[in-house]
């Protein structure tokens, strides 16, 4: 039983230390301008596509009258600019969203009119 253990032991650290004398080699190439462009598109290209695919967005486009096939076609003949500017502000976009927002302004103006004496909302 020892023995069969010190084997094992013996194999396991002779496989661990030769495991740095395999070579593994990485392939890299400098690529272009206009490939790395293609890519940062490509990537652009589907995270337009990925949010039109959301159900609620599609429900919108439809509310709204238009076809979300139509939007897909639109969004693929952006150019690459435009698209990357699409991508990078699509979360930031007012759809459906800014509840918060707008109940915070509301009790802003709500405090400066208070202050400034126009209405009295917090008796004193």
């Not at 094992?8 to 230390?17: I, K, V």
């Not at 004398?21 to 990925?50: D, K, M, P, R, Y």
């Not at 039109?52 to 979300?68: F, K, M, N, T």
């Amino acid at each position: 039983m020892n023995r069969k253990l010190a084997k094992l032991a013996l194999a396991a650290l002779l496989g661990t230390a030769l495991l740095p004398l395999l070579s593994f080699s990485a392939h890299a190439e400098i690529i272009s301008t206009q490939e790395a462009a293609a890519i940062e598109s490509g990537q652009s290209l589907a995270s337009v596509e990925a949010w039109l695919a959301r159900d609620d967005v599609q429900s919108e486009l439809a509310s709204l009258g238009v076809d979300p096939e139509l939007a897909r076609l639109r969004a693929e003949a952006l150019s690459p600019e435009e698209l990357e500017e699409l991508a990078g502000r699509i979360d930031e976009l007012p759809a459906g969203a800014g509840a918060i927002e707008v109940l915070g302004i509301t009790f802003l103006v709500l405090i400066v009119l208070e202050l400034v004496g126009v209405i009295n909302i917090f008796n004193r």
